[in-house]
């Protein structure tokens, strides 16, 4: 899939089928967020790989938006140095990238809670040199969502051209 229409039919994916995925895919995902660009080429980050299914339950249990982490195939804590200071663009950029290449492997995912989050990174033994942003759940759509139906505002009313208020389009 063209990194373009990634990005144009992305979607949130809440239920998950329960069909495992593949340690290749799961390789490759990982690796879209280690490879993302980062400040200073700091690389403030660090990311934990959960699959076991108990872990799965007790990261659902401690984000109150993301219940169905539980149901997930795996998911990605991304946890973040406390000593950086633009450690929240480059972690960000680094989830995006990772959503984007499992959609275009037909996993579904979705950013849930926003950090920190300190009952994650207890569970996860996080120590006090980072502190947990996101927990990411992975896995394939329980049902079809379809690509690429999105309400979206018009491009003019988002974008600009040179000022503020001068349309883009």
């Known amino acids: 899939m063209e990194v ?5 039919t992305v979607l949130a994916v809440r239920s998950y089928s329960g069909k495992s995925v593949p340690g290749d895919v799961v390789q490759r995902i990982v690796e879209a967020g280690r490879l993302s ?10 990311f934990v790989v959960v699959q076991e299914r108990a872990t799965l339950r007790a990261l659902g249990e401690n984000i109150k938006t ?7 195939s795996f998911a990605i804590v991304v946890l973040l140095q406390k000593t950086s200071k633009l450690v929240v663009s480059d972690a960000s950029r680094a989830v995006q990238n990772m959503i984007l290449t499992a959609w275009s492997d ?10 920190p989050l300190p009952d994650v990174e207890k569970l996860l033994g996080v120590p006090e ?11 394939y759509a329980e049902a079809n969502i379809g690509r690429g139906r999105k309400n979206r505002k018009p491009l003019g009313t988002v ?11």
């Open 4 to 8: 373009f229409e990634a990005v144009r």
């Open 37 to 46: 660009a980062s400040a200073m080429n700091a690389q403030p980050w660090h």
């Open 66 to 72: 993301g219940r169905y982490t539980a149901d997930a």
């Open 106 to 115: 037909g996993v579904g995912s979705n950013w849930v809670g926003f950090g």
């Open 129 to 139: 040199t980072h502190w947990a942003l996101a927990v990411v759940p992975f896995g």
């Open 159 to 169: 974008a600009s051209r040179e000022r503020f208020g001068t349309p883009f389009a």
